[in-house]
T-cell receptor, first 111, second 112 residues
Framework: GENVEQHPSTLSVQEGDSAVIKCTYS??????FPWYKQELGKRPQLIID?????GEKKDQRIAVTLNKTAKHFSLHITETQPEDSAVYFC??????????FGTGTSLTVIP | EPEVTQTPSHQVTQMGQEVILRCVPI?????FYWYRQILGQKVEFLVS????????KSEIFDDQFSVERPDGSNFTLKIRSTKLEDSAMYFC??????????FGQGTRLTVV
């Protein structure tokens, strides 16, 4: 089955700096890659996703890049704010199949 | 905005007892999932359900677990004889194909 690895497990940045979280996956059939943000005690919520026919996608301060050849994808958050502090999970999915989640990155934005 | 709802939000049960966790997926969704998350750890896949049958399950999903969609709207997870290590947050999720999974707010299961 698919194996998703995520790094780093913890990340601290100064407010205003950028944060980058990286994931790799193993199954070349995976073609949908969502990123979820989970605040303490709450459900994971989608913040951005990318499909395999696209190399990059941006939504305001958040961007995701995908390299299908290398089987890795990354989340970039620019101009970080304290409210960006949360656990971020990447995932990979084959259509109709389960979502395989990374181990999570705990992001702390220091004011 | 439609959302996945789960009940109860918190369940405390004695070891060995049966529990049923309930979920109402978004009405036009076709794929349903149960995940669990032990405190501070990653979200772990339990089972996926499509077309009224299990499509995939993990090794966590042993004979003590079962799922049902009894009436076309509810999606339930049953644990027959709970163990201490079943204590976790259980998330239900639903999706249409090739799209984001929407998660419920979770049921915190505490086995004592």
């Amino acid at each position: 089955g698919e194996n998703v690895e995520q790094h780093p497990s913890t990340l601290s940045v100064q407010e205003g700096d950028s944060a980058v979280i990286k994931c790799t996956y193993s199954d070349s059939a995976s073609n949908y890659f969502p990123w979820y943000k989970q605040e303490l005690g709450k459900r994971p919520q989608l913040i951005i996703d990318i499909r395999s026919n696209v190399g990059e996608k941006k939504d305001q301060r958040i961007a995701v890049t995908l390299n299908k050849t290398a089987k890795h994808f990354s989340l970039h958050i620019t101009e970080t704010q304290p409210e960006d502090s949360a656990v971020y999970f990447c995932a990979a999915s084959i259509p109709g199949n389960q979502f395989y989640f990374g181990t999570g990155t705990s992001l702390t934005v220091i004011p | 905005e439609p959302e996945v709802t789960q009940t109860p939000s918190h369940q405390v049960t004695q070891m060995g007892q049966e529990v049923i966790l309930r979920c109402v997926p978004i009405s036009n969704h076709l794929y349903f999932y149960w995940y669990r998350q032990i405190l501070g750890q990653k979200v772990e896949f339990l089972v996926s359900f499509y077309n009224n049958e299990i499509s995939e399950k993990s090794e966590i999903f042993d004979d003590q677990f079962s799922v049902e969609r009894p009436d076309g709207s509810n999606f339930t997870l049953k644990i027959r004889s709970t163990k201490l290590e079943d204590s976790a947050m259980y998330f239900c999720a639903s999706t249409v194909e090739y799209a984001e999974a929407f998660f419920g707010q979770g049921t915190r299961l505490t086995v004592v």
